[in-house]
């Protein structure tokens, strides 16, 4: 017990600060727009130091089960993450654009740059990288098919209908949801995995060396993080908030944060995978939580907001969703045989630094 609580001790350290945090809330509220800023900062690097262990007990449980079972439980705890933080901060103080910004920069975030980067280090260190195809022709038509209901059609929805429209689009993404779940995880399985040859170790001793999977410390340190990240996000909201005010960042700036903390673990865990020739993983992380992100946080924010009464603004604007088209263009036809380069790795990466620099841009 002692050795796993040492092994938590970022963990630990993110909830000691998640306790301090709301005592010392007046105070870093009240002395200053610079100590509110340092101090939502400060708490940004804690809340990613607990989304972490939480990756890394989603991670374990992912290897435990195997895949396609493994990179859901994972995109599974990202989103949760971020649902956690959206939910906290839109009841502080609600924005009508961060839903919708925090899905769009995650969706970017997500494709052009987790996949983008890993296809791009992947292809250079090991040339084409195979996976199923099928995989990502299913996951993209899934991605345009939600952000076209949710995040596009919703433009030309009349204002006086958008309780009956976000019913109708909370149906249609849990419809979307439980297909996808029953694909994933049932007869068509095979479409999210694929078999690597078999490769000789030189050290067979290695195999056996891994340590047990605790099932239960993993699920209960997997859901306390998520509750600490809860709290902690309660106070980096309102600090943020104020130490941003006036400074003229643009407004995406938050959404793209929210979006980042919970894509941390995916990052490193993609390019693990990318490093090690394991592209199916790759495209699993990478599109699994773009389409997770939408179809899951899409619901939850839209009931959300049937039951405070008070919509949000989900249409894209146009500069947002000739992005998204974009993206998805250049991923259908970059993810179409079967294999990825550097070359096609590179497309994307692009694609995220203008991502970057329209968001700097304001737009």
């Given at each position: 017990?002692?050795?796993?609580?040492?092994?938590?001790?970022y963990?630990?350290?993110?909830?000691?600060?998640?306790?301090?945090?709301?005592?010392?809330?007046?105070?870093?509220?009240?002395?200053g727009?610079?100590?509110?800023?340092?101090s939502g900062?400060?708490?940004i690097?804690?809340?990613?130091?607990?989304?972490?262990?939480?990756?890394h007990?989603?991670?374990?449980?992912?290897?435990?089960?195997?895949?396609?079972?493994?990179?859901?439980?994972?995109?599974?705890?990202?989103?949760?993450v971020?649902?956690?933080i959206?939910?906290?901060?839109?009841?502080?103080?609600?924005?009508?654009?961060?839903?919708?910004?925090?899905?769009?920069?995650?969706?970017?975030?997500d494709?052009?740059?987790i996949?983008?980067?890993?296809?791009l280090?992947?292809?250079?260190?090991?040339?084409?990288?195979?996976?199923?195809?099928?995989?990502?022709r299913?996951?993209?038509?899934?991605?345009?098919?939600?952000m076209?209901?949710?995040?596009?059609?919703?433009?030309?929805?009349?204002?006086a209908?958008?309780?009956?429209?976000s019913?109708?689009?909370i149906?249609?993404?849990?419809?979307?949801?439980?297909?996808?779940?029953?694909?994933?995880v049932?007869?068509h399985?095979y479409?999210?995995?694929?078999?690597?040859?078999?490769?000789r170790?030189?050290?067979?001793?290695?195999e056996?060396?891994?340590?047990?999977?605790?099932?239960?410390?993993?699920?209960?340190?997997?859901?306390?993080?998520?509750?600490?990240?809860?709290?902690l996000?309660e106070?980096?909201?309102?600090?943020?908030?104020?130490?941003?005010?006036?400074?003229?960042?643009?407004?995406?700036?938050?959404?793209?944060?929210?979006?980042?903390?919970?894509?941390?673990?995916?990052?490193?865990?993609?390019?693990?995978?990318?490093?090690?020739n394991?592209?199916?993983?790759?495209?699993n992380?990478?599109?699994?939580?773009s389409?997770?992100?939408?179809i899951?946080?899409?619901?939850?924010m839209?009931?959300?907001a049937?039951?405070?009464?008070?919509?949000?603004?989900?249409a894209m604007?146009?500069?947002?969703?000739?992005?998204?088209?974009?993206?998805?263009?250049?991923?259908?036809?970059?993810?179409?045989?079967?294999e990825?380069?550097?070359?096609?790795?590179?497309?994307?990466?692009v694609?995220?630094?203008?991502?970057?620099?329209?968001?700097?841009?304001g737009?």
């Amino acid at each position: 017990m002692f050795t796993s609580l040492k092994q938590e001790k970022y963990m630990l350290l993110a909830l000691i600060a998640a306790i301090a945090a709301y005592p010392l809330e007046h105070w870093m509220l009240h002395s200053g727009q610079m100590v509110a800023l340092l101090s939502g900062v400060a708490l940004i690097g804690f809340i990613v130091v607990a989304s972490m262990r939480v990756a890394h007990h989603a991670e374990q449980l992912a290897e435990k089960v195997g895949d396609p079972y493994g990179t859901m439980i994972l995109t599974l705890a990202a989103v949760l993450v971020e649902v956690v933080i959206l939910a906290i901060m839109m009841s502080n103080e609600p924005s009508p654009t961060l839903v919708r910004d925090t899905i769009y920069s995650a969706v970017m975030l997500d494709i052009n740059g987790i996949l983008g980067l890993a296809a791009l280090m992947g292809g250079i260190k090991h040339g084409e990288q195979s996976y199923n195809d099928d995989s990502a022709r299913t996951y993209s038509v899934m991605i345009l098919t939600a952000m076209g209901v949710s995040m596009v059609v919703p433009e030309f929805i009349p204002e006086a209908d958008w309780k009956i429209y976000s019913a109708f689009t909370i149906g249609a993404m849990v419809v979307l949801y439980t297909l996808f779940l029953r694909m994933q995880v049932g007869p068509h399985s095979y479409f999210f995995s694929y078999s690597y040859p078999e490769k000789r170790r030189k050290t067979q001793p290695e195999e056996t060396e891994a340590a047990p999977v605790n099932l239960a410390f993993s699920i209960g340190t997997l859901v306390f993080g998520v509750i600490v990240i809860g709290a902690l996000a309660e106070v980096m909201s309102k600090t943020l908030d104020l130490g941003l005010e006036g400074t003229g960042a643009p407004p995406v700036i938050t959404a793209i944060v929210v979006a980042a903390i919970s894509a941390a673990p995916e990052i490193l865990t993609a390019l693990r995978a990318a490093l090690a020739n394991r592209m199916q993983s790759v495209v699993n992380i990478a599109l699994g939580a773009s389409l997770s992100t939408v179809i899951l946080t899409v619901p939850v924010m839209e009931a959300m907001a049937l039951y405070t009464g008070q919509p949000f603004q989900m249409a894209m604007t146009p500069v947002q969703t000739v992005m998204v088209l974009i993206t998805l263009i250049v991923s259908a036809i970059n993810l179409n045989d079967g294999e990825t380069n550097a070359i096609e790795g590179m497309t994307h990466f692009v694609l995220f630094a203008t991502f970057i620099m329209l968001s700097l841009l304001g737009l």
